[in-house]
Nanobody, 123 residues
Framework: QVQLVDSGGGLVQAGGSLRLSCAAS????????MGWFRQAPGKEREFVAA???????YYADSVMGRFTISRDNAKNTVYLQMNSLKPEDTAVYYC?????????????????WGQGTQVTVSS
């Protein structure tokens, strides 16, 4: 069993920044693939960014160059630094973990999910 706790969301003006955090339980955190996904009202959940156990990162085209995913294995925490935020980034953001350490962006391959944190970007 893995528990994920998301935090760091809030209200920010366009062009601003936020850093999301996701604290995970589990003694083998460093082996997990960790991902961030988001869901806007009336839309399906979509991939944002992922980081594999070895540190390789992958981003959706819509956030490339603006968002950075990172992990601190000593703290069992993954981060999403979001810069140059746009109104279209408004959504509930979820972190998720894949215990099978796959290089995957498909949400169906992630077994555990955080509760979500709201990010609202005003224009």
């Amino acid at each position: 069993q893995v528990q994920l706790v998301d935090s760091g969301g809030g209200l920010v003006q366009a062009g601003g920044s936020l850093r999301l955090s996701c604290a995970a339980s589990g003694r083998t955190f460093n082996y997990y693939t960790m991902g961030w996904f988001r869901q806007a009202p009336g839309k399906e959940r979509e991939f944002v960014a992922a980081i594999w156990s070895g540190g390789t990162t992958y981003y959706a085209d819509s956030v490339m160059g603006r968002f950075t995913i990172s992990r601190d294995n000593a703290k069992n925490t993954v981060y999403l630094q979001m810069n140059s935020l746009k109104p279209e980034d408004t959504a509930v953001y979820y972190c998720a973990s894949d215990l099978f350490s796959r290089a995957t962006v498909d949400p169906r391959n992630y077994q555990y999910w955080g509760q979500g944190t709201q990010v609202t970007v005003s224009s």
